[in-house]
């Protein structure tokens, strides 16, 4: 089975703080992801990362970066965190087929 | 621009009733389709997709879809729903080109509830 895990379930972080969220999948994936998911609007798309190293804007960028130093690992970093940040963020892996595969998520607030 | 709308916010039914929820998409050319179960505090779980062939997809825990190329709608369905099925439930696309599974796009998502 496919296993994505995120670093935390639950983080409450202060206005300006830098944060840190940790994605790691066990199943050797090219593709992994970041999303937001927020009441009555789904899921949307941070960014992406299809190698290591390599990273493409989502359809809501603005705000956060991203690192990806190896193949199992993609960071979301919220740079100075701010209030309207406050969500769900989950993350996915995909390998060749065109399957996405979720982590727990983690639900960050921001105060 | 690409888009899914999934039009019940919430759905309640019974436990044993059948379920149907919706979701139609706007594109350029039929897409990719998928539905993702979200338990309480959970990820997202596959429970089906479409990609080309016969329009009625079989899934995981007895649900289906099925495609509808006229009405844009990707419908999934449930003859006999149990309490274990109350969760959110996402419909996604994505396009058909190389590594289209990288660019899915979701609907609102529609939270169902199961009376006992």
């Known amino acids: 089975d496919v296993k994505v895990t995120q670093s935390s379930r639950y983080l409450v972080k202060r206005t300006g703080e830098k944060v840190f969220l940790e994605c790691v999948q066990d199943m050797d994936h090219e593709n992994m992801f970041w999303y937001r998911q927020d009441p009555g609007l789904g899921l949307r798309l941070i960014y992406f990362?299809?190698?290591?190293?390599?990273?493409e804007k989502g359809d809501i960028p603005e705000g956060y970066s991203v690192s990806r130093e190896k193949k199992e690992r993609f960071s979301l970093i919220l740079e100075s965190a701010s209030t309207n940040q406050t969500s769900m963020y989950l993350c996915a892996s995909r390998g060749r087929a065109d399957t996405q595969y979720f982590g727990p998520g983690t639900r960050l607030t921001v105060l | 621009a690409q888009s899914v709308t999934q039009p019940d916010i919430h759905i309640t039914v019974s436990e044993g009733a059948s379920l149907e929820l919706r979701c139609n998409y706007s594109y350029g050319a039929t897409p990719y389709l998928f539905w993702y179960v979200q338990s309480p505090g959970q990820g997202l779980q596959l429970l089906l997709k479409?990609?080309?062939?016969?329009?009625l997809v079989q899934g995981i825990k007895g649900f289906e879809a099925e495609f509808k190329r006229s009405q844009s709608s990707f419908n999934l369905r449930k003859p006999s729903v149990h309490w274990s099925d109350a969760a959110e439930y996402f419909c996604?696309?994505?396009?058909?080109?190389?590594?289209?599974?990288?660019?899915?796009?979701f609907g609102g998502g529609t939270r169902l509830m199961v009376k006992p």
């Open positions: 996604a696309v994505a396009p058909r080109f190389n590594n289209a599974g990288n660019m899915l796009t």
């Open positions: 990362s299809y190698d290591v190293k390599m990273k």
């Open positions: 479409y990609f080309s062939g016969d329009t």
